[in-house]
């Protein structure tokens, strides 16, 4: 069965860090591009990081220079580091995996709030 499973999401203060992880089953993610998306309430899922599958990434503006996609491939798994974290980073993150095919993980809740 094709899983994607995320987590590490939580509740942090302004400023502070998390590191989303998002491991893979079922597939073999090396040979997908590797995506972290998030939807706040009320508004649409935007695209928040990219990896290749040669390890290329790119950023939304809102982001860069604070979040840091890498991928394990050993592991399975795709990793979003996050700092600075600001109360507009509030929402629920998606792992998303496409090839041929695009699979999903189910979110994980990332609040920053003091």
């Known amino acids: 069965q094709v899983q994607l499973v995320e987590s590490g999401g939580g509740l942090v203060q302004p400023g502070g860090s998390l590191r989303l992880s998002c491991a893979a089953s079922g597939f073999t993610l090396s040979s997908y591009y590797m995506s972290w998306f998030r939807q706040a309430p009320g508004k649409q899922r935007e695209l928040v990081a990219g990896i290749t599958s040669g390890g290329s990434t790119n950023y939304a503006d809102s982001v860069k220079g604070r979040f840091t996609i890498s991928r394990d491939n050993a592991k399975n798994t795709v990793y979003l580091q996050m700092n600075s974290l600001k109360p507009e980073d509030t929402a629920v993150y998606y792992c998303?995996?496409?090839?041929?095919?695009?699979?999903w993980g189910q979110g994980t809740q990332v609040t920053v709030s003091s």
């Open positions: 998303q995996a496409a090839s041929r095919n695009v699979y």
